[in-house]
């Protein structure tokens, strides 16, 4: 399937959107963030306006700066768990195309039960066992992630190899990790940026999800998912408590899905549906 | 294909559907009886010996449910008689002469007499006893058995609160035979008699039916321990719980008073809340440096930060309902800047560090991060160290290794432990000690109220603590449940008079086995027709036997999994379940019980053999069989999965048809824009949304909760709209992108266009001919989305507070209910795989090209 409708400005448009993420991420590590996240009861419940653009909270801190915050929370488990997946999944592709045998029957069946798992199942079911929190947040996600990179080079590679430039490598009497990671990765390449982008919507939806049923970053650090848990018994005296981090949430999604799509058309390239 | 392998596929899909069945069709439960009720504990008694306890939470079960004693207050705050029918005063208030009441009989049968009673106050009184009580009876010289019914307490000096003593939850009457027990089986002669201590879970009472008095009129009551404050609200929506005396979260209550659903009842209690100061230990020995941080407390911020306007601020160790009360809450103004002088004076210029350390209650916790706050404001550095309720008994209270902590003094007339040496305060002066001698000698109501004050007047000059406010009793229960208490004069939860309006069924609990059962044959038999379609197209036999093959493998590997994350990773399951405080022998009782004790490849074959037969065993915190949970957890979750899925394609299709009439026209544009934009909004997100909006906003819809399906069609569904939205939206916005895309492919073929020059209309084309072949695409996300739905219906559960499948989960996961969490995981994981293979046998039935495996 192709993506049916691609904004022209999409790029550009979800690039920003990153950069501010990336910049607010940065600078709530300075000390003006501590400062509006320390506790000041005066100022409780303020609804938004010039001094506290989101509001404020049941205890006064200033709710931009905890959407800030949030923001590193949110991006550090999203990339981290994406990265299990690019750093376990790429090989493992690369390996089942390159030689096929008993490592692709290992991926295959690997996959179809990792697959099986409803993705937040596996999440609940780790911190069942390992008590809940960020890493376990991560290796969740991450998990999850392994074998949709796996299987989209795995896919891919595979029509490579029927390729000259790579029956002349092997002819030439290149070994299989040679041809692996010389040959069928760099062309592959392009395509595992174009799911990364969008894996990393679907990790950063994740971890908010695990937050707000407090299976992911645990207090007092701010999260995204959290703080929606802790808008909801608010949200008749403070709804703007419940509105800035979902859109901080749904704005991160959609920048990504932008970039995603944009540069899936910039390569032309038919990114599969994940589990398909 | 030859006639054999066509009836070769019957087999296999029977024996698929045989297994479906046996996973779903478990029976459901009979209804409980209708008579009880689940009352929500913030906290976890740490054991049900009142006499031996100062836990508030034991009280809350025990007092006046299963023990009593010689005297009983009264919701007014009044001495009335209950084991003692009667008593009468010497002049010199030295001697009093108790007659009990005839008849009466402690739970197991034994008939009560008053040996027994001068037994439970020698017990409470004697030198090893941990009777928070004890220095009470100190002027019991002796107690006089006069006969079977009679007996006399006599007196050093007179006390004139003695007959209010008596009525407290910590001396009341137990027989000698039980007493040694009664930290696990209490054993009293109250209304209810113990049932069974579920540990970290509930403590479950019945009626007593050989009671003296009123017989309760409830059947039985279970104390619910709900530890988080922020799971309180949502298992009171969904019917976990019936309510609450002492509701935990009153950031909800406003909220819950307009719900027609439940009654309010804002009352007050005795619990004097303090910010208590470690007096004997250096800087605060100091009473600078206490009234330092006296003035640095600002208590009308912590009642609005931490208890949203509920309860009463207090300037001393006084509640401020007693007639006796002096307000002193203006002696230590909210002033800094004197704060910071007084900090100078005593030699701390430069403030200093301290510990906080905080119990487990959410006015502790809450108030405790207001007060750091504030503190730091004035130069104190303030590190807070969260705790649980024994480590503080042990640590803070009894070996007074604190700076500052924050705490409820719940008891009543609790004024005397300023005068206790050796109490965690650290605090003494003659001066108080004699002016409350005096005020025990002193029956003349007069001069009573001048002392008192005097009292309140002495601790509020001497800073002992930072007095904050008085504790509010937030009840929060079911509107069609009366009698139980507003006001709390007295520890503990009185359920003596408590009941329910008609004949109402109770909670979640009793939802209708019809329904489910209903419902259950309903999604076998869409299933069974599925699989009568998919052989009448003649799918081969090898490759549905292939399939089925695969499908086996992975649930076999995905059990595997789940058994080795639950049952290994933990180290020994049984000690895990019964978490911090549990002894050896229980522990391998509960091995023995669950059959953990056998080596884990036989256990796990055990496991996957009873799942085969529809047993999934025992639940750990219900104590029924998982089944029946699960059963009527299905009853919630399948029918939203299917809602959800049926709205998301009545959503996209005609969205994705009107986008693909004019492919890159406006219309196109706006629609597909519109589905990027909503691809991006988490559903959790728009369920909260949507509860703004039409809950809080518009009235339209209850913010949560499920009223069962006996409540009829039409409610059930009404309340699962709102969540079945919120799951529908996003997966539309996926499936119509998807749909959009293929029909803007199909609209290209040869075939649309034949159909074009035939003459059909753009429309008509575009229905018969281009949107079949973009059905299998869409076909594959419609299966896909089942798993997400079912998957998001575990979080939109928790938002909408319905008892489903994924609310069962995460409550099991909470209550280390190991047993409900892997059966419910492999469910999940069965019906996802088993979806999916029924997607690719319609494969086969709607595109030919696929029958034998290949193409795709």
Not at chain 2, 62 to 82: D, H, K, M, S, W
Not at chain 2, 825 to 834: G, H, K, P, T
Request: proline share 6%.
């Amino acid at each position: 399937m192709t993506p049916a409708w691609r904004p022209p400005a999409g790029l550009a448009a979800g690039m920003v959107v990153l950069l501010v993420y990336a910049a607010l991420a940065l600078s709530s590590l300075t000390a003006a963030f501590d400062a509006a996240l320390t506790i000041d009861i005066g100022a409780r419940l303020l609804a938004p306006s010039a001094a506290h653009w989101f509001g404020t909270d049941a205890l006064g801190r200033d709710v931009f700066a905890m959407v800030a915050v949030g923001t590193r929370a949110s991006l550090g488990v999203a990339l981290s768990s994406v990265g299990i997946g690019l750093l376990l999944g790429v090989p493992l592709g690369l390996l089942a195309a390159a030689r096929g045998g008993l490592v692709d029957d290992v991926l295959a069946r690997g996959s179809d039960l990792v697959f099986a798992f409803p993705s937040l199942l596996l999440a609940v079911l780790l911190s069942a066992a390992l008590g809940p929190g960020a890493l376990t947040a991560v290796i969740a996600i991450g998990v999850f992630n392994v074998p949709v990179f796996a299987r989209l080079v795995r896919g891919n590679g595979l029509s490579l190899m029927q390729r000259d430039f790579v029956l002349s490598a092997r002819v030439a009497g290149r070994g299989t990790l040679a041809i692996a990671f010389d040959h069928l990765l760099p062309n592959v390449a392009t395509l595992v940026v174009v799911q990364a982008t969008i894996q990393l919507s679907l990790a950063i939806v994740a971890e908010a999800s695990l937050s707000y049923v407090g299976l992911g970053v645990q207090p007092p650090a701010p999260s995204w998912g959290r703080m929606l848990n802790e808008a909801q018994t608010l949200a008749s005296g403070a709804p703007w408590l419940a509105w800035f981090p979902g859109l901080a949430l749904a704005f991160a999604v959609l920048a990504l899905n932008l970039v995603g799509s944009a540069l899936a058309a910039r390569f032309a390239a038919r990114v599969p549906g994940e589990a398909s | 294909m030859n006639p054999a392998s066509r009836r070769g596929g019957g087999p296999h899909l029977a024996l698929a559907l045989l297994l479906l069945a046996s996973l779903l069709g478990a029976p459901a439960t009979a209804a409980l009886p209708g008579r009880t009720v689940v009352l929500g504990l913030a906290l976890e008694p740490p054991n049900l010996d009142p006499s031996a306890t100062s836990a508030e939470a034991t009280q809350d079960v025990v007092y006046g449910n299963i023990f009593e004693g010689l005297t009983r207050i009264t919701e007014q705050g009044r001495v009335a008689p209950a084991l003692a029918a009667s008593w009468s005063v010497s002049d010199d208030g030295l001697r009093y002469r108790f007659t009990l009441r005839p008849g009466v009989r402690f739970h197991d049968g034994s008939p009560l007499t008053a040996a027994d009673v001068r037994w439970s106050l020698q017990r409470a009184r004697a030198a090893g006893s941990t009777n928070p009580l004890r220095e009470l009876l100190a002027p019991v010289r002796a107690i006089h058995l006069i006969d079977e019914l009679n007996l006399e307490l006599e007196l050093s000096r007179p006390v004139a609160e003695l007959l209010t003593y008596l009525g407290w939850g910590n001396l009341v009457v137990m027989s000698a035979a039980t007493a040694a027990n009664a930290a696990t089986a209490p054993v009293g002669t109250g209304p209810y008699r113990f049932v069974e201590w579920r540990k970290g879970d509930a403590v479950v009472l019945a009626r007593n039916a050989d009671y003296w008095g009123t017989p309760a009129r409830l059947d039985g009551v279970t104390f619910r321990i709900v530890p988080d404050a922020s799971s309180a609200l949502a298992a009171l929506l969904a019917g976990d719980v019936d309510g609450y005396a002492n509701f935990p979260a009153p950031e909800s209550v406003a909220a819950l008073a307009l719900d027609p659903r439940f009654t309010v009842a804002v009352g007050s209690t005795e619990g004097e809340t303090l910010l208590a100061i470690n007096n004997a230990r250096k800087p605060f020995d100091d009473v600078r440096v206490r009234r330092a941080l006296a003035h640095a407390v600002d208590r009308r911020a912590i009642l609005q930060g931490a208890m949203y306007g509920y309860g009463e601020p207090i300037g001393s160790h006084f509640p401020p309902h007693d007639p006796a009360y002096v307000d002193l809450t203006h002696r230590y103004a909210f002033d800094p800047a004197t704060a910071r002088a007084l900090l100078r004076e005593a030699g701390y210029p430069n403030g200093f560090a301290l510990t906080l350390r905080l119990p487990p209650p959410y006015y502790a916790r809450r108030s405790g991060e207001i007060i750091a706050a504030e503190l730091g404001a004035i130069g104190i550095r303030v590190r807070i160290e969260n705790i649980e309720w024994a480590q503080w008994l042990e640590q803070v209270f009894k070996n007074r290794d604190f700076d500052l902590t924050i705490v409820s003094h719940t008891e009543p007339m609790d004024y005397d432990i300023y005068a206790r040496r050796g109490y965690y305060f650290g605090y003494s002066n003659a001066t108080y000690d004699a002016r409350l001698a005096e005020l025990s000698r002193t029956r003349e109501e007069a001069v009573r109220m001048r002392l008192l004050g005097e009292l309140q007047r002495q601790l509020a000059e001497d800073c002992v603590n930072v007095y904050l406010f008085e504790l509010p009793k937030l009840g929060v229960w079911r509107r069609d449940l009366h009698g139980l208490w507003r006001e709390a004069p007295v520890q503990g939860i009185n359920l003596s008079g408590a009941y329910l309006d008609g004949a109402a069924t109770v909670g979640t609990s009793s939802t209708a086995a019809g329904p489910t059962g209903r419902v259950l044959a309903i999604v076998a038999l869409g299933i069974l027709a599925l699989g009568a379609l998919a052989l009448r197209r003649h799918v081969s036999a090898r490759h549905l036997l292939g399939r089925a093959a695969a499908l086996a493998l992975t649930l076999l590997g995905a059990s595997a999994l789940i058994f080795l994350l639950v049952n290994v990773l933990p180290g020994d399951p049984a000690a895990y379940m019964m978490g911090l405080n549990a002894n050896p022998t229980a522990i391998a009782h509960l091995r023995a019980q669950y059959g953990l004790d056998v080596p884990a490849w036989r256990q796990y074959l055990q496991w996957l053999a009873g799942f085969l037969h529809g047993d999934l065993g025992l639940s750990y915190t219900y104590r029924v069989p998982v089944a029946d949970l699960v059963g009527q957890r299905l009853a919630v979750s399948l029918p939203l999965a299917l809602y959800a899925l049926a709205l998301s394609l009545a959503l996209a299709l005609p969205t994705a048809l009107a986008a693909a009439r004019r492919p890159g026209k406006v219309l196109d544009s706006i629609l597909m824009g519109l589905a990027q934009l909503g691809l991006a909004v988490p559903n959790f997100w728009l369920g909260l949304l949507l509860i703004l909006t039409f809950s809080v906003q518009l009235h339209w819809f209850a913010a949560g909760g499920f009223p069962g399906w006996d409540a009829g069609l039409l409610p059930a569904l009404r309340a699962l709209t709102m969540p079945a939205v919120a799951l529908a939206v996003p997966q539309a916005c996926i499936l119509a992108r998807v749909l959009r895309a293929e029909l803007g492919l199909a609209l290209a073929e040869d075939y649309v266009r034949t159909a074009r020059a035939k003459g059909l209309s753009p429309v008509q084309a575009l229905r018969r001919h281009a949107l079949p072949n973009a059905m299998i695409p869409a076909l594959t996300i419609i299966g896909l989305q089942f798993s997400f739905l079912l998957a998001g219906a575990i979080i939109i559960e928790t938002v909408f507070a319905l008892p489903g499948l994924g609310r069962l989960l995460f409550q099991a996961t909470a209550q280390r209910d190991l047993i409900v969490v892997r059966s419910v995981v492999l469910l999940l994981v069965a019906a996802v795989v088993l979806v999916n293979f029924l997607v690719e046998l319609l494969y086969a039935v709607v595109d030919p090209r696929l029958r034998d495996g290949g193409a795709r």
